[in-house]
Nanobody, 121 residues
Framework: QVQLAESGGGLVQAGGSLRLSCVAS????????MGWYRQAPGKQRELVAR???????NYADSVEGRFTISRDNAKNTVFLGVNSLKPEDTAVYYC???????????????WGQGTLVTVSS
């Protein structure tokens, strides 16, 4: 069974930085896109950034220039560098990976449990 585990969240003051990590474990044949999403209290989950297995990244407009997504394919890990944090960045940050399922012969989306980022003003 494939699992994703996020780490790196915490409490930080506005203007501060964090680095989130997400590692996939289990029997993994291939990972396609990986990404970070977030869900603030009372709001829907939204895409923050995605990265292809070739390293092409795209970002939500609200984080462009402040957040950086990267991945280490050899370690099945995706990172999110978050800088110049604002109180409105407060949310639970979730990792998602499209992982090849050998039984169905297709890529399935797998979610992590999330890591909380709280930005104080």
């Amino acid at each position: 069974q494939v699992q994703l585990a996020e780490s790196g969240g915490g409490l930080v003051q506005a203007g501060g930085s964090l680095r989130l990590s997400c590692v996939a474990s289990g029997t993994i044949y291939s990972i396609n896109d990986m990404g970070w999403y977030r869900q603030a209290p009372g709001k829907q989950r939204e895409l923050v950034a995605r990265i292809t297995n070739g390293g092409k990244a795209n970002y939500a407009d609200s984080v462009e220039g402040r957040f950086t997504i990267s991945r280490d394919n050899a370690k099945n890990t995706v990172f999110l560098g978050v800088n110049s944090l604002k109180p409105e960045d407060t949310a639970v940050y979730y990792c998602k990976a499209d992982i090849f399922d050998i039984d169905s012969a297709r890529y399935l989306g797998v979610w992590g449990q999330g890591t909380l980022v709280t930005v104080s003003s």
